[in-house]
T-cell receptor
Framework: SQTIHQWPATLVQPVGSPLSLECTVE??????LYWYRQAAGRGLQLLFY??????ISSEVPQNLSASRPQDRQFILSSKKLLLSDSGFYLC?????????????FGPGTRLTVL | AQSVTQPDIHITVSEGASLELRCNYS??????LFWYVQSPGQGLQLLLK????DTLVQGIKGFEAEFKRSQSSFNLRKPSVHWSDAAEYFC???????????WGAGTKLIIKP
């Protein structure tokens, strides 16, 4: 069966510090991978998605970046965190077109920027 | 542009009572519609989805949703809620030939004992 892992589970970082969140998927190959952010009291905001190694699409301009160095690994990074980067970050995977296929979500990372 | 509206930010329901969560969408073509649930501090889980065919869709945990094209709605229902249903519920619509979903802002369900 497929599983998706995210770490760390929680993170407290000072403003201006770098960020690296990791997501890995097991039990499937060539998944589509997604990074979402969920701010307090708000819905899901798609940040990045990837349909293959090295292929990254960005949905929202910001100081975050994403990389996919391996088929089942998706990394969210920042060189300098802002207060507004605080939130709950969710990684998800899916197969084929999102319009017709379920997305499977990881447990999330709670990021607090102070 | 496609959009999804969940007009209720919070809903409070007594345990054992019926539930209906509203979802309205704006989409030019036949939509692909989803309901996901998020327990506190957790990821999201798919409850049900509609692509075509029967407009009443059955999902997991006793939930169902009805697609009404004339009202551009896809409301989620459950005849009798349990305390474990307390969570946030998200409606989403799929975009044709696309890898993304358009998400509603979510409805937080609170269960009164």
């Amino acid at each position: 069966s497929q599983t998706i892992h995210q770490w760390p589970a929680t993170l407290v970082q000072p403003v201006g510090s770098p960020l690296s969140l990791e997501c890995t998927v097991e039990g499937t190959s060539n998944p589509n991978l997604y990074w979402y952010r969920q701010a307090a009291g708000r819905g899901l905001q798609l940040l990045f998605y990837s349909v293959g190694i090295g292929q990254i699409s960005s949905e929202v301009p910001q100081n975050l970046s994403a990389s996919r160095p391996q088929d089942r690994q998706f990394i969210l990074s920042s060189k300098k965190l802002l207060l507004s980067d605080s939130g709950f970050y969710l990684c998800a995977w899916g197969k084929g077109l999102a319009a017709v296929n379920e997305q499977f979500f990881g447990p999330g990372t709670r990021l607090t920027v102070l | 542009a496609q959009s999804v509206t969940q007009p209720d930010i919070h809903i409070t329901v007594s345990e054992g009572a019926s539930l209906e969560l509203r979802c309205n969408y704006s989409y030019g073509a036949t939509p692909y519609l989803f309901w996901y649930v998020q327990s506190p501090g957790q990821g999201l889980q798919l409850l049900l989805k509609y692509f075509s065919g029967d407009t009443l869709v059955q999902g997991i945990k006793g939930f169902e949703a009805e697609f009404k094209r004339s009202q551009s709605s896809f409301n989620l229902r459950k005849p009798s809620v349990h305390w474990s249903d307390a969570a946030e519920y998200f409606c989403a619509v799929g975009r044709d030939s696309n890898y993304q979903l358009i998400w509603g802002a979510g409805t937080k369900l609170i269960i009164k004992p």
